[in-house]
T-cell receptor, first 115, second 115 residues
Framework: AQSVTQLDSQVPVFEEAPVELRCNYS??????LFWYVQYPNQGLQLLLK??????LVKGINGFEAEFNKSQTSFHLRKPSVHISDTAEYFC?????????????FGKGTKLSVKP | ETGVTQSPTHLIKTRGQQVTLRCSSQ?????VSWYQQALGQGPQFIFQ???????GRGNFPPRFSGLQFPNYSSELNVNALELDDSALYLC??????????????FGPGTRLTVL
């Protein structure tokens, strides 16, 4: 069975500082990996996804993530955060042979950007 | 192009009652997935509908059921409500295409409270 572990439940950071949100997954098969963002009182918005190819994936709002198969990780990074990045971030996995649309989510990381 | 919409925004029910939540998919999307997001947790996959047929189901009991209509709107029905059903219910629609790689577009959710 697949699972996703987001190693930090909360990450406080100052504006313009770099940030890394950590995600590890467990799966016995090849996977697709995703990062979603959820702003207060809103649904989820896709930031980026890894399907195949280059292990460095660039997404919206200046975020990027690196797929590391040997470490089963997919950490999200941004070199300089803004106040508007304050939100909850979810890592998710979907396997090649699983039910279509069956995303397995982590418990989320709350990013709090302080001025 | 309109986004994914859900109704109602909030709902309060009592134990044992039945509830119907509605989702209007993004134009042209023939696949809809439903997720339950309990407080402090990541979303959990309930089921997916593709062209009006159930196309995969998570670990939820049969009292969770759904419908998808020819206009691609959909419903989530929950019978015999329990206190643990209190959660944010999210629907997500996806573009027709290659299934697992389709981007899911999420609605803002319906907050269900069971008293």
């Amino acid at each position: 069975a697949q699972s996703v572990t987001q190693l930090d439940s909360q990450v406080p950071v100052f504006e313009e500082a770099p940030v890394e949100l950590r995600c590890n997954y467990s799966s016995s098969v090849s996977v697709y990996l995703f990062w979603y963002v959820q702003y207060p009182n809103q649904g989820l918005q896709l930031l980026l996804k890894y399907l195949s190819g280059s292990t460095l994936v660039k997404g919206i709002n200046g975020f990027e993530a690196e797929f590391n198969k040997s470490q089963t990780s997919f950490h999200l990074r941004k070199p300089s955060v803004h106040i508007s990045d304050t939100a909850e971030y979810f890592c998710a996995v979907s396997d090649y042979g699983g039910s279509q649309g069956n995303l397995i989510f982590g418990k989320g990381t709350k990013l709090s950007v302080k001025p | 192009e309109t986004g994914v919409t859900q109704s109602p925004t909030h709902l309060i029910k009592t134990r044992g009652q039945q509830v119907t939540l509605r989702c209007s998919s993004q134009s042209g999307h023939n696949t809809v997935s439903w997720y339950q997001q309990a407080l402090g947790q990541g979303p959990q996959f309930i089921f997916q509908y593709y062209r009006e047929e159930e196309n995969g189901r998570g670990n939820f009991p049969p009292r969770f059921s759904g419908l998808q209509f020819p206009n691609y709107s959909s419903e989530l029905n929950v019978n015999a409500l329990e206190l643990d059903d209190s959660a944010l219910y999210l629907c997500a629609s996806s573009l027709p295409g290659t299934g697992l790689t389709d981007t899911q577009y999420f609605g803002p959710g319906t907050r269900l409270t069971v008293l």
